[in-house]
């Protein structure tokens, strides 16, 4: 065996070795640093994320039967039991309210909520910093900025909106990670630095493009910024739920590396974890997260920065159960959110950014006061 080959060798078996640290190791050393102090099992995460779908299930059915227009509960619960395919003594009128308005709705809620919750613990884990969230660092507005710019100068195109918004959160994502980018490389404070200076740049952006607007719209951009629901297609839809199943799934596998990230990036590389590629990973999977969301319903806020927190206080900060749980947690809080928005002033509709906002500022402070 030459010297090359038993060097490749030599590594290869110390890299094996230290992935080879048991969960007893991992878990003793994330207690002693006061990151965790609960055991989490595969079987405790199936019940947990079991007893939220369920959960989510029941809310999604029951926010369906609320709004402005009063349906029968009995012949919409029947309705909804057959997935449509009985009427269940529904008018034609009545199935359009339930099937073509509220549901699509709840469903775009329940997608968006779950991006932005995943996105949000998949930062706060990764950078460390309980104040990381796509809007702090700059994601969102980044987004908003390229579905703005679809829709003033390529509107006609309907899957111009999620592209560009998909390029502008990754190119804010770009930016953000090379303005941190310094001779120690880019710390958790340089990171939320450059969100917060990328942040203040992108926002004069949106005031600039909406200049170029007509009156008429002006209004109509102005509320879709503070989250809108209602003007998304079927196509959208399908989208923002697709990403959202597919990029909650990749990010909680690598919930492991994520868990181990948070001892730091030094403690993380020498158990095995390649920081590089899964820093890499998180950021674009969670832009793109950030930009179907914001694509589809404009900018909804506190949705990664609170529900991260509960659930931590809910259920320990182990990524593993942590992040699944945020995607539910999420699609949960911005359907009832949404819900308020569309029955609190009926028949008109308040943003459901506003709610959002109007729910999630005090919980969050309540949740520093208590920590």
Known sequence: MGLRSWHALSIRKFTEKMMEVSDEAIWKTRNSRGIDGSRVTFRRTLFVCGFLMFGLLVIVIFMSLLGSEKLPAQASLCALLTFGKSSCGLTADQEAILFDIRLPRILLGAAVGGSLAVAGASYQSMLRNPLAEPYLLGISNGAAV???????????????????????????????????????????????????????????????????????????????????????????????????????????AHARSLNLLMLGERDAFDLGVEVSRVRLVVFIVASLLVGSSVASSGSVGYVGLVVPHLVRLSLGSDNRITVPAAAICGAIFVVVADTIARIAIAPRELPVGAITALIGAPLFVYLLRRR
Do not use: C
């Open 146 to 252: 390229g579905t703005m710019i679809a829709l003033v100068f390529l509107g006609a195109h309907e899957w111009s909106r999620p592209l560009m918004a998909f390029s502008g959160a990754l190119i804010a994502t770009f930016v953000v990670y090379r303005l941190a980018q310094g001779r120690t490389g880019a710390t958790p404070e340089r990171l939320i630095l450059a969100g917060v200076i990328v942040t203040t740049f992108l926002s004069s952006a949106i005031v600039f493009v909406t200049t170029l607007m007509d009156a008429t719209r002006i209004r109509s951009f102005t509320f879709w910024l503070l989250g809108d629901l209602s003007g998304t297609t079927t196509n959208l839809l399908w989208l923002a739920l697709l990403v959202a199943v597919a990029g909650a799934v990749v990010l909680a």
